[in-house]
């Protein structure tokens, strides 16, 4: 019989591309995952990866039972979702990785709701903007924003979303309101780094046609809670998610600009690693914020404009 653990093992490490990190993952040493990995090699009688000092690659044999190990590993967690279903409470631990601003705006106290439905299930948050690896990173679930650019991960819609120009009611009235997307280069822009870089051109449509502005600003930080925090405070003009600024446009601390132009449309999605991690928890999870989501729109109906 093989192990469900050692099977495990062998695809984090396949994943990841280091039997160490793998190792930490599932909360061994590694020298049981080391021997882990030998026994299951000596069961099949070949190698399933080939080893040097700097670098752990699977052999053709390796990649031949990768694909057999995934899909038995996800067959039986379908098989525990199954069972799971019928129980009246989800369990287990819970890794979520989520946007910084959306996470601590939105998801937090949506978060601890969903802790008293499901109290034996333990949450461990990751709120960043940085894009993480999944098959590196012990995480179950990430919230992501766009369009899912690796076509191997798992992705499932949670709410749509577009990008919305905002600022602060003092803003305005100290600087003025842009009135035309031009108009936006005379005003000071608060600007973030994503992956790729400086976040500096802000896109727009018009019907069929798409728009690119150049903006420029005094500010600009890799978090995008900052950027909401400066520009609630009269610091500057923001480009922002819309369910991020939702509980500002709610307040009043910020309105949007320029609504006659489309933004960029970033939808907000699940994504996993693969379909062997989908466990009840994050099941449960999906269904929950799907619903919130949901229902967060039909309050706002629109955003609040703001505009004379």
């Known amino acids: 019989m093989y192990s469900t653990a050692d099977l495990q093992l062998f695809v984090r490490t396949a994943d990841c591309g280091n ?24 069961r099949l009688g070949v190698l399933l990866f080939a080893r040097s000092t700097r670098s752990l ?39 979520l990785s989520a946007p910084s601003d959306l996470g601590r705006q939105v998801l937090l106290p949506w978060l601890n709701q969903f802790q008293e ?16 690896d999944l098959r590196r990173d012990p995480v179950d679930i990430a919230l992501r924003y766009g369009r899912l650019d690796d076509s191997s991960l798992v992705s499932q819609h949670i709410a749509d979303n577009r990008r919305v120009v905002v600022a602060s009611p003092g803003y305005l009235e100290r600087h003025g309101r842009p009135r035309t997307l031009r108009e936006l280069s005379e005003h000071n822009c608060l600007l973030y780094y994503l992956t790729p870089g400086l976040f500096n051109t802000w896109r727009f449509s018009t019907g069929k046609e798409t728009l690119e502005i150049k903006v420029r600003g005094d500010r600009m930080a890799d978090d995008g809670g900052i950027v909401r925090e400066w520009a609630v405070a009269g610091l500057g003009i923001a480009y922002k998610s819309w369910l991020d600024v939702w509980p500002d446009l709610q307040r009043g601390t910020l309105v949007t600009l320029l609504d006659d132009h489309a933004g960029e449309d970033t939808p907000l999605n699940a994504v996993y690693p693969h379909r062997s991690v989908i466990s009840p928890a994050v099941r449960a999870l999906v269904t929950f914020l799907r619903d919130k989501f949901g229902r967060q729109r039909n309050e706002a109906d629109t955003p609040h404009t703001g505009n004379d």
């Open 117 to 132: 439905l499901h109290p034996e299930v333990m949450l461990s948050l990751q709120f960043a903007d940085r894009v993480i």
């Open 57 to 95: 690659r699977l052999t053709p044999d390796g990649e031949i039972f990768l694909e057999y190990c995934r899909n038995a590993l996800a067959l039986l967690s379908e098989g525990e979702a199954m069972l799971m279903a019928g129980r009246d409470k989800v369990r287990g631990q819970l890794r």
């Open 19 to 42: 039997l160490t990190r793998a190792a930490r993952m599932l909360h061994q040493t590694p020298a049981a995952a080391s021997a882990a990995l030998r026994r299951l090699e000596q």
